[in-house]
């Protein structure tokens, strides 16, 4: 760790020189802002890394440093990193015994997840029996910071599991109205703050993380979010203000309800934000099935009015809850159709959507950068159709995928001209 602290302190200084933009960010009006009031406009791609064995995805495929430039050399400059509480709360695992754990967590064969973890060393050497999950996190990290590359950690899941089912115990707070183990039995209202705080204070050694996700996919089930939205107010509050407390340069990102899809009720009420002013940036997630959005009528139209009334506003300048709207999730299966290889669903919904997003020159992280998973509900090694790699994580499984986002890839809005 010592090279890692020394790398560190060679980041900070040629800052300006590796991204362009001097941090830390800000939020402004609907923008994010560099520290001289530059438009950053953030294009990332999601890593996984949440699952049970608490490491960043792909590392049995490729090298770290392999993955990393293919990253910055398909023009994104950020990746939204995934994170468990229980990785939070135990960064000092190894690991070779979050692999070995990971068998007995997901029901696999123990022999699988040790095979997996030998191919990880064979591809990154640097990986000894007593790395951490965490000095693995700290890598990609600072890698990506040197190729220009920023980071969101966004917390995925109170238990390192596949997110989400509404029966996975990961949706909604232990602690609010409504309780039932369905839904909650893994989110302990208390170490998720905890873990919260943990991941910030951390986070202040690793200058490329330049955002918090509060929470993916809060989800409410049965008599859950029945009291007005008080639980929510009054939870992100706690975290938002804890999160800043104690690393005053990330931004802090905030989704809805109803799995990221529904801001609604900042129209009547709105968050106060005043614990992280000029932090808060607001997240919405939007696929093809995503009940909030149906394409019942298969109108583009109707659906851009879905996307505007239920999270979209928060553009609008000048309301007490503008502020900054990243896509933090959106994604297609890759291969399969006759449309450039999506089916007639998939490129419907995705022709539309980055219409949507053109129009608003909004913010994105497109879901997923992997081309399989360590470990994916019960299965070991499982392939990702969604994913923008192939299963040997080597290039693009889709080479027509990135030209479909059009002009998502430029900045085409700037503060005081749009």
């Not at 990332?44 to 993955?67: F, I, K």
């Not at 609604?264 to 000029?278: E, Q």
């Amino acid at each position: 760790m010592v090279r890692l602290t020394g790398l560190v302190a060679f980041l900070g200084f040629i800052l300006p020189l590796v991204i362009g933009q001097a941090l830390p960010l800000y939020s402004s009006s609907r923008w994010i802002l560099d520290a001289n009031g530059e438009r950053v406009k953030l294009r990332c791609v999601n890593w996984a890394a949440h699952m049970e064995t608490n490491t960043p995805e792909g590392l049995h495929r490729q090298s770290m440093d392999y993955l990393v430039s293919w990253i910055q050399r398909q023009g994104f400059n950020c990746v939204r990193l995934t994170y468990s509480i229980d990785h939070a709360l135990n960064p000092s695992a190894t690991v070779r015994d979050s692999f070995t754990k990971s068998a007995t967590d997901a029901n696999v064969p123990l022999a699988a997840m040790q095979g997996l973890y030998a191919q990880i060393q064979v591809k990154n050497p640097w990986i000894t029996n007593s790395t951490t999950t965490s000095d693995v996190f700290a890598a990609l990290i600072d890698k990506l910071f040197a190729v220009g590359v920023l980071t969101i950690l966004d917390n995925h899941t109170s238990k390192a599991t596949w997110c989400c089912n509404i029966d996975d115990g990961n949706g909604w707070w232990d602690e609010a109205f409504g309780y039932n183990s369905f839904n909650s039995r893994y989110f302990n209202t208390r170490n998720w703050l905890a873990g919260l705080q943990a991941m910030a204070a951390w986070s202040q050694s690793h200058p490329g993380v330049v955002g918090m996700s509060l929470r993916n996919e809060l989800r409410q089930f049965l008599l859950q979010d029945l009291n007005n939205r008080d639980d929510w107010y009054r939870f992100i509050k706690q975290a938002g203000d804890l999160v800043h407390a104690t690393h005053p340069d990330v931004l802090v990102i905030v989704g809805g309800p109803g799995s990221a899809t529904d801001l609604t009720h900042l129209r009547r009420r709105t968050l106060d934000t005043s614990g992280w002013k000029g932090k808060n940036v607001w997240e919405m997630h939007a696929y093809s099935f995503t009940l909030t959005f149906p394409d019942a009528f298969k109108s583009c139209d109707v659906v851009k009015v879905q996307y505007g009334f239920w999270n979209g506003f928060v553009l609008e300048q000048n309301k007490p809850y503008t502020g900054p709207l990243i896509l933090s999730e959106f994604g297609v299966g890759m291969t399969g159709g006759d449309r450039n290889g999506l089916n007639e669903q998939d490129d419907r919904y995705l022709s539309c959507l980055a219409g949507y997003m053109q129009n608003n020159d909004a913010e994105w992280a497109v879901w997923v950068l992997g081309g399989s998973y360590y470990i994916r509900q019960g299965e070991v090694d499982k392939d990702e159709g969604w994913g923008l790699l192939k299963y040997d994580w080597s290039d693009w499984r889709n080479p027509a995928f990135p030209g479909m986002l059009g002009n998502m890839w430029k900045v085409t809005q700037w503060p005081g001209k749009n």
